[in-house]
């Protein structure tokens, strides 16, 4: 099953690498191009696979991350690219029937994680990544309140594998930004009263 599973990411992630190289051979910006190429190549992908909507959620980090690298190795805008993926993976998994909050998720998780790699700008990507991932339920007519709570928590739980410094930074960014976030994000070791 595993196997299996790599054998499809790689898949998804060389052609959305190889589509970003050609529109960019092409046209050198490919933002615009971004959302139909991931969420085209991830329905293609998953499509006759047993649970569909599954496997867009078991793939998404590791695609968003790819296409985060496509992109920095294209000259695109990190960013924008993280926007974009983010985008396009809500899409493919609402045109499948997959799950949208854990999708935003793992995809916010790979955002996080991508920029990390490619020396981003970290808290800055988890905010748009979050901001685009319910921005995107909405306009698909997803549960915009799970979405919101999946994204948030997923950025925050990424950005704390980086360190601390950096999950606490993305937690407060998140909180002062994203209409919600403080109802989401709670600090952790409050103590209550009388104890």
Known sequence: MEEKREGLLTRIVS??????????KGAGEVTAELVNIVSKTLVAAVRGTANMGQEIINVAEETVVGTIKAGKETGQSVTDTARQTVVGVIKGAAEVGGELGSTAREAVKGVVGGVSEVGGDVVE???IAVQASIDTA???GGNVAKVTRDSIEGAI???GAIGAEVGRKVRDTLRGTI???KEVIKEPFKKKKGK
């Open 138 to 140: 909405r306009e698909v």
């Open 125 to 127: 990507a988890a905010k």
């Open 15 to 24: 052609d959305i690498t190889q589509a970003l190289v050609t529109v960019a």
């Open 179 to 181: 209409a919600g976030a």
């Open 157 to 159: 739980e990424a950005a």
